[in-house]
């Protein structure tokens, strides 16, 4: 794992795997989950020649903890990922609770995000018109 020591003096544990000019993808974890990654799902995506960078938000793994910290502040945190990668431009994916940080993802970064994929995710319980276990076999 590699650590980037954030403006804030926080600590965000990432790594990168695939080829180094291969186009980027920042992938977004479930919970509990880290910058661990997982290879049934990544390496399908690295062995097509993307660079995959997995990240550990505030508190996972050996990131830095962040009192009151917000889904904003993970996009915040990715920014500053993709700044210190040289990102010039990337995909965002998220997987179950990793979706809504994706979401945010793209847009906090909408001049270098070209595409957000949400994976498996969900939405809010008390949304307008959604029935929120239906088809679950309840």
């Known amino acids: ?62 990131s830095t903890p962040m009192p009151g910290w917000t889904v904003a502040d993970t996009a915040e945190d990715c920014r500053a990922l993709m700044d210190h990668l040289g990102a010039h431009q990337y995909v965002v994916a998220g997987w179950s609770t990793g979706g809504p940080h994706a979401l945010a993802t793209g847009a906090a970064d909408p001049q270098r995000v070209s595409g957000v994929l949400v994976i498996a995710s969900f939405a809010p319980y008390d949304a307008e018109g959604l029935e929120f276990t239906a088809g679950m076999g309840l």
């Open 1 to 62: 794992m590699k650590s980037l020591r954030l403006p804030d003096g926080r600590v965000l544990e990432f790594t990168v795997q695939g080829p180094k000019d291969g186009p980027l993808v920042l992938f977004h974890h479930g919970m509990p989950g880290s910058a661990v990654p997982m290879a049934t799902v990544l390496d399908s995506v690295t062995d097509r020649g993307y660079r995959v960078v997995t990240y550990s938000r505030a508190g996972y793994g050996a």
